[in-house]
């Protein structure tokens, strides 16, 4: 380790907010959790917050305490180290977490009370294992896979699964918390595989359940299956994207018919603006040349920053009270903007999406701008833009 001193820091003190930042309304957050609790409360079931991919790019740690405050009751990601990142943060809520490798680390969740998502046997035995090295039982959830052909176990791997997963909590190394399962195709309602999926799941349960198993929890509902299947919402819904604000089925409805408010606004401060002839090349491969003489306006912002290089020519930006198109190709840190006879100063701020009620661009239509869903557009935000938290407190 050096012992050298380090300099003094003589630049300004960074504001790291001005070039650009995602502003989180953790308002609407809480007001989605109630819009969807709603839905589901008929029914009896309770929600999970998915807060996987920092939280879709929202930030875990606040919004998990957004969501836990307006209601839910358990927290969800797909990795152990999101996970533990959550009781790092002092969050006790019940947490379960779906996506293992060989190494865990499954003592640390064991230890920290997260409930293990368990597909195949590998991973009982590792689990089992875990547990006895902490010294107390594990929580696990096993995870069927009915018809989504991803993770979970099969409906012909299920006695075995279930069978090893009884023995060992009859051994005290493990409580069975929960049976559950993942759509493939909730988004498109009245596709054939959303009743076959759901038919075996309940074939499943049945079973695990006349072997001897006592879930806490059943769950089978991600966003769209909870906005649109009240059949499948068991014990509990894991809802990841609606809680966002976002719709998880465009062509079913806006955010706005569910009762949904988007969450995330991007905005960047403009760079610099100047006066270009016609016949300009504009940006990495000129595929945009400018018509005649007019203002550009330059946004710092870039597929580095999460903006689809796909949407070169494409995303809609709103700046000084018109959405325009970003003019030729996204690059890693900017884009151009040509105003044509409209002017701009540095410092102007470019709205490239938010909850669209200032007329700014939604991240849907970015989405459609991408070739993508909105699921990425937010989850793609990058680490150098900052997350500004708005209305921490109720
Ligand atoms: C991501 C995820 C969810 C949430 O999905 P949304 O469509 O965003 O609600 C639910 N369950 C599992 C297993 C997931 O991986």
Known sequence: MSTTPQPRATREPERPETRARAEIDLAALRANVRALRERVAPGGARLMAVVKADAYGHGAVPCARAALQAGASW???ATPFEALALRDAGIDAPLLCWLWTPGGPFR????????????????????????????????????????????????????????????????????????????????EPGHPSIGAQLSRFHDMLEYAEKAGAEPEVRHLANSPA?????????????????????????????????GLRPVMRLSAAVASVKQAPAGLGVSYGHHYVTERET????????????????????????????????????????????????????????????????????????????????????????????????????
């Not at 230890?111 to 089992?128: F, H, K, N, R, T």
């Not at 995870?143 to 005290?172: I, M, S």
């Not at 909870?226 to 609606?242: I, Q, S, Y």
Request: glycine share 12%; aromatic share 6%.
């Open 108 to 187: 640390a969740a064991v230890e920290a009370g997260i409930d293990i998502g368990v597909s195949g046997l590998w991973a009982l035995d590792a689990v089992v294992e875990a547990a006895r090295a902490a010294g107390r039982p594990a929580r696990v959830q096993l995870k069927a896979d009915t018809g989504l052909g991803r993770n979970g176990c099969l409906a012909d791997d299920w006695p075995r699964l279930v069978g090893e997963a009884l023995k060992a909590q009859a051994d005290g190394h493990l409580r069975v918390t929960g049976l559950w399962s993942h759509f493939a195709c909730a988004d």
């Open 75 to 77: 927290l969800g990601t």
């Open 226 to 258: 909870t906005l649109t299947l009240p059949e499948t919402h068991f014990d509990l819904v894991r809802t990841g994207v609606a809680m966002y604000g976002i719709s998880p089925a465009p062509e079913l409805g806006t955010p706005a018919d569910f």
């Open 295 to 394: 203002h550009l306006a330059l946004v710092p912002l870039g597929y580095a920053d999460g903006v689809p290089r796909h949407a070169s020519g494409r995303g809609p930006v709103l700046l000084g009270g018109a959405v325009r198109t970003v003019a030729g190709r996204v690059a890693m840190d900017q884009f151009v903007l040509d105003l044509g006879d409209d002017k701009a100063e540095p410092g102007d701020r470019a709205v490239l999406f938010g909850p669209g009620d200032d007329g700014e661009p939604t991240a849907e239509d970015w989405a459609r701008a991408a070739g993508t869903i909105a699921y990425e557009i937010v989850t793609r935000v990058g680490s150098r833009v900052p997350r500004v938290h708005l209305h921490e407190r109720e």
